[in-house]
């Protein structure tokens, strides 16, 4: 099944299982947030018709390097005829090439930069922020 967009985060504090990247647990995790709080979506839902990486297998925005060498091989596997892409955060922006303006879609590309699904993201608390991303996602069939 092909999946409706792919969700790209840095990287999973909780594991570096490839499987568990932005997982919808635990509670409060940014696979979570994105999951439930972002999107609206129920867990199952979620993990069945989206695809999820993480470009660093740990580590944070020092790994710079590192997540810019996983996207240049990311964009290879993925090939030109791929799902809309969802960049989560600027440093995964940044290592696509891509500026760090949230809720953007970049359309030549069929990439879209959201805010990082954190916490401390302070972005996700300004009014209608959800909201943007829902209909940036919508408008690419991906929500």
């Known amino acids: 099944m092909t999946p409706r967009a792919i969700f790209v985060g840095l990287s999973n504090p909780y594991s570096a299982d490839p499987a568990r990247a932005l997982y919808p647990a ?7 947030r994105l999951c439930v709080q ?7 839902e979620y993990l069945a018709n989206y695809r999820r990486v993480n470009l660093c297998m740990s580590g944070g925005a020092s790994r710079y390097p590192e997540a810019q060498r996983a996207a240049g091989g990311f964009l290879r596997e993925v090939g030109a005829d791929h799902p809309p892409i969802v960049l989560l955060g600027y440093v995964v922006a940044r290592a696509f090439g891509l500026p760090t303006v949230p809720f ?3 359309e030549a590309r069929k990439m879209i930069v959201l805010p990082h699904p954190s916490g401390r993201c302070r972005l996700w608390h300004e009014v209608g922020a959800v909201e943007r991303a829902r ?3 919508r408008s690419v069939g991906a929500l």
């Open 135 to 137: 209909e940036l996602l």
């Open 38 to 44: 972002i999107l609206g979506l129920a867990p199952s």
């Open 104 to 106: 953007v879609l970049h």
């Open 26 to 32: 635990p509670k409060g995790s940014a696979g979570y």
